[in-house]
């Protein structure tokens, strides 16, 4: 029996009532979903788990809340695909500076939303492993095994 595993994926925004709409929109499409409702709550929990990816809101206790969890989760060992959230995305705001791989704008069409996600899933997925491929030629044998057994 193959055992298919959940893809995690960490929600990050201080509106509670698009926190869980997301949330279950989500789970409904076999995400596995954790919430974090501040970007201090994030950046802990990008820490201390493991995510395949991580989508925070733009604006949440400061401006500048959803670029420190891009920059956090852009951090982490694990590297997650990384997407920000906005409902007024700003003309000109360069979100791809921030580290973001994928601006998801609010509201829209939940198939719309999931079918962006597994889309950037699977782009992040597929450059993790060529960049895995890629091994120096003065890395000792024991740690490009090590990196290719972790890919």
């Not at 501040?38 to 990816?53: D, Q």
């Not at 852009?74 to 003309?91: G, I, N, R, W």
């Not at 997925?125 to 030629?137: G, H, I, T």
Request: cysteine-free; proline content about 5%; hydrophobic content about 45%.
């Amino acid at each position: 029996m193959v055992k298919l595993i959940k893809r995690r994926i960490l929600l990050v925004d201080d509106e509670l009532a698009i926190l869980l709409t997301l949330k279950a929109v989500l789970e409904i499409n076999g995400f596995e979903v954790e919430t974090a409702a501040s970007a201090k709550e994030a950046k802990a929990k990008i820490r201390a788990n493991t995510y395949h990816m991580v989508i925070t809101d733009m604006r949440m206790e400061s401006e500048t809340a959803g670029t420190e969890v891009v920059r956090t989760a852009k951090k982490a060992p694990y590297q997650p695909a990384v997407a920000m959230l906005t409902a007024f995305p700003l003309p000109g705001s360069d979100w791809q500076a921030d580290g973001a791989d994928e601006m998801l704008v609010k509201p829209m069409n939940t198939s719309d939303l999931v079918r962006q996600i597994e889309a950037l899933l699977i782009s992040h997925e597929d450059r993790k492993r060529k960049l895995a491929a890629v091994v120096p030629p003065f890395v000792p044998k024991s740690a490009a095994k090590a990196v290719e057994q972790a890919g």
